[in-house]
Nanobody, 123 residues
Framework: QAQLVESGGGSVQAGGSLRLSCAAS????????MGWFRQAPGKEREGVAH???????NYADSVKGRFTISKDNAKNTLYLQMDSLKPEDTAMYYC?????????????????WGQGTQVTVSS
């Protein structure tokens, strides 16, 4: 099965920035949707940002205006630029991808995922 590997997590102070990367080993699979998800201890897993094959993006209200999702098709890599980080952004962040068609990448299931990268924001 395809493998996604996240990197770029770390510890920052509130107001700082991080850029997460997700490298996909299955370069020949056509990704209809790609996205970033996060889960903090004791909380539900939530979608953070999504991007479809045409480059259209969608963001959770909690990160809108602060996070930017993008992809580099040539490098087969997904990115999440996180600015103005808040303590409530602290979570394990996961990269996920969907290889079949969906009309809404923010309201669908994903069939590939990575191991996660930890983001910790201190106040």
């Amino acid at each position: 099965q395809a493998q996604l590997v996240e990197s770029g997590g770390g510890s920052v102070q509130a107001g700082g920035s991080l850029r997460l990367s997700c490298a996909a080993s299955s370069k020949y699979i056509y990704w209809y949707c790609m996205g970033w998800f996060r889960q903090a201890p004791g909380k539900e897993r939530e979608g953070v940002a999504h991007i479809n094959s045409a480059g259209s993006t969608n963001y959770a209200d909690s990160v809108k205006g602060r996070f930017t999702i993008s992809k580099d098709n040539a490098k087969n890599t997904l990115y999440l630029q996180m600015d103005s980080l808040k303590p409530e952004d602290t979570a394990m962040y996961y990269c996920e991808a969907r290889s079949t068609y969906s009309t809404d990448c923010s309201r669908t299931t994903y069939n590939f995922w990575g191991q996660g990268t930890q983001v910790t924001v201190s106040s």
